[in-house]
C-alpha cells in the first residue's frame, strides 16, 4: 500500500496533490487555508485522515468500484449537499454522482473507501443483509454513536500508524475495519431519513449550478434573483445560513479561486489576461482583494 502525508497551506498546490482522486478544493473564506492529510491507499481499500481550516467547498465523485464512508470527528459541522450536519452522523457517499461538502474552519474527518465486492462478500458471508439499501447509490446520513466512533476511529488510526509491508497483517486489518461497520450500520435505527429541501436550500442549490455552469458570467444579484425565481432578501438569507457570506461575496471568492487557480496552471498567460477572463479589470483593487482572499499578492503565486 501507499501513503501520502503533507501539511499544505496553497489550496492551487493541495488541488494538484489530490487531483488522482478526482477532487476538488475552493476556499471561501479570507487567508486561512491549511489541510493536515495522512493517507494510505491501493485500488481496493484507503483511509485518510483529513484536518481543514478555512471555510470549504468540496466536490468530487467517488471512485468507481468503492463504497465510500466519512466519519467526522467529535465538535466538527458541515453541509453534506444542502443539509447541515455533525459529528453525530456518519455519511455515505453516493456511488454515480458527484458529491458537494461545505467544511467550517476547524474540520476533522475520517474517510474510508473499500472494494464494493469484498464489501458484499464479508456481508454476505455475516448473513447481515436487512440494511443492503443503505448501498443503493445515493448519499445517505447515519446516526453516529460516539461509543462506536470513538472505537472506530482508534482502529483506524492503528492502522495508518502500523508498518504497511505485512500484506497478510494488512488484510486481517481492512476486514476488521469492513467488519465492524457493516455490524453498526446493520443495525436499522441508525439510519437518518433524507431531509427535504427547503426553500432557502433549493435557492442556493439553483443559484450554485448557474454560477458554475456560467462561469465566465458576471451575474448581479438581481439577475441571479431572478433566475431563481425568489428574493433578495431571501438569497441573501439563504448564502448567510450555509456559506456565512453574501451571495456577491461568493460570487467573488468563486471568481478569485478560478483566477488563482489558471495563474497556478499557466506559465505563459498575463495576471491581467486572467484576471479580465473573470471580469477584474482595475488591477489595483484586483490585488487587494486576492490578497485579502488568499493572504498573497497574484504575482507570488507559485506557477505549476
Given at each position: 500500500?501507499?501513503?501520502?502525508?503533507?501539511?499544505?497551506?496553497?489550496?492551487d498546490?493541495?488541488?494538484?496533490?489530490?487531483?488522482?482522486?478526482d477532487l476538488s478544493?475552493k476556499?471561501?473564506?479570507?487567508?486561512?487555508?491549511?489541510?493536515?492529510?495522512?493517507m494510505?491507499?491501493?485500488?481496493?481499500?484507503?483511509?485518510?485522515?483529513?484536518?481543514?481550516?478555512g471555510?470549504?467547498e468540496?466536490?468530487?465523485?467517488a471512485q468507481?468500484g468503492l463504497?465510500?464512508?466519512?466519519i467526522?470527528?467529535?465538535?466538527?459541522s458541515?453541509?453534506w449537499?444542502?443539509?447541515?450536519?455533525?459529528?453525530d452522523t456518519?455519511?455515505?457517499?453516493?456511488k454515480?454522482?458527484n458529491?458537494e461538502v461545505?467544511?467550517e474552519?476547524?474540520?476533522e474527518v475520517?474517510?474510508?473507501s473499500?472494494n464494493e465486492?469484498?464489501?458484499f462478500?464479508?456481508m454476505?458471508k455475516m448473513n447481515?443483509?436487512?440494511?443492503e439499501?443503505?448501498?443503493d447509490?445515493?448519499?445517505?446520513?447515519?446516526?453516529?454513536?460516539?461509543?462506536?466512533a470513538?472505537r472506530?476511529?482508534n482502529l483506524?488510526e492503528?492502522f495508518l500508524?502500523?508498518?504497511l509491508k505485512n500484506?497478510k497483517?494488512n488484510?486481517?486489518l481492512?476486514?476488521s475495519?469492513?467488519?465492524s461497520l457493516?455490524e453498526y450500520?446493520?443495525?436499522?435505527k441508525?439510519l437518518?431519513?433524507?431531509?427535504?429541501l427547503n426553500k432557502k436550500?433549493l435557492?442556493?442549490?439553483k443559484?450554485?449550478?448557474l454560477?458554475?455552469?456560467?462561469?465566465?458570467n458576471?451575474?448581479?444579484i438581481?439577475?441571479l434573483?431572478?433566475?431563481?425565481g425568489?428574493?433578495?432578501?431571501?438569497?441573501?438569507?439563504?448564502f448567510?445560513e450555509?456559506y456565512?457570506v453574501?451571495p456577491?461575496?461568493y460570487?467573488?471568492a468563486f471568481?478569485?479561486?478560478?483566477?488563482k487557480?489558471?495563474?497556478y496552471n499557466s506559465k505563459?498567460?498575463t495576471?491581467?489576461?486572467?484576471?479580465?477572463?473573470?471580469?477584474?479589470?482595475?488591477?489595483?483593487q484586483?490585488a487587494?482583494d486576492f490578497?485579502?482572499q488568499f493572504?498573497?499578492?497574484?504575482?507570488?503565486?507559485?506557477?505549476?
Amino acid at each position: 500500500m501507499e501513503t501520502l502525508k503533507g501539511y499544505f497551506t496553497d489550496i492551487d498546490i493541495y488541488n494538484e496533490a489530490v487531483k488522482n482522486w478526482d477532487l476538488s478544493f475552493k476556499l471561501l473564506s479570507k487567508g486561512d487555508f491549511s489541510s493536515d492529510m495522512h493517507m494510505i491507499f491501493d485500488s481496493n481499500f484507503s483511509i485518510v485522515r483529513e484536518k481543514l481550516t478555512g471555510k470549504i467547498e468540496q466536490k468530487g465523485k467517488a471512485q468507481d468500484g468503492l463504497i465510500v464512508f466519512g466519519i467526522p470527528v467529535k465538535n466538527t459541522s458541515f453541509y453534506w449537499f444542502d443539509k447541515k450536519v455533525n459529528s453525530d452522523t456518519l455519511v455515505v457517499f453516493p456511488k454515480e454522482n458527484n458529491f458537494e461538502v461545505i467544511s467550517e474552519s476547524d474540520f476533522e474527518v475520517y474517510v474510508v473507501s473499500i472494494n464494493e465486492q469484498s464489501f458484499f462478500k464479508i456481508m454476505k458471508k455475516m448473513n447481515v443483509l436487512k440494511n443492503e439499501p443503505l448501498f443503493d447509490g445515493k448519499p445517505q446520513e447515519v446516526f453516529l454513536n460516539k461509543e462506536f466512533a470513538s472505537r472506530f476511529i482508534n482502529l483506524l488510526e492503528y492502522f495508518l500508524n502500523t508498518n504497511l509491508k505485512n500484506p497478510k497483517k494488512n488484510s486481517a486489518l481492512i476486514d476488521s475495519i469492513t467488519i465492524s461497520l457493516i455490524e453498526y450500520l446493520d443495525n436499522a435505527k441508525h439510519l437518518k431519513l433524507p431531509a427535504q429541501l427547503n426553500k432557502k436550500n433549493l435557492a442556493v442549490k439553483k443559484a450554485i449550478e448557474l454560477i458554475n455552469k456560467q462561469v465566465n458570467n458576471l451575474f448581479s444579484i438581481p439577475q441571479l434573483c431572478a433566475l431563481v425565481g425568489v428574493s433578495e432578501r431571501t438569497l441573501l438569507s439563504a448564502f448567510k445560513e450555509k456559506y456565512k457570506v453574501s451571495p456577491s461575496d461568493y460570487i467573488k471568492a468563486f471568481r478569485l479561486n478560478k483566477v488563482k487557480q489558471e495563474i497556478y496552471n499557466s506559465k505563459t498567460r498575463t495576471i491581467s489576461e486572467i484576471a479580465g477572463k473573470y471580469h477584474f479589470w482595475h488591477m489595483g483593487q484586483f490585488a487587494k482583494d486576492f490578497k485579502k482572499q488568499f493572504g498573497i499578492l497574484p504575482s507570488q503565486v507559485e506557477r505549476k
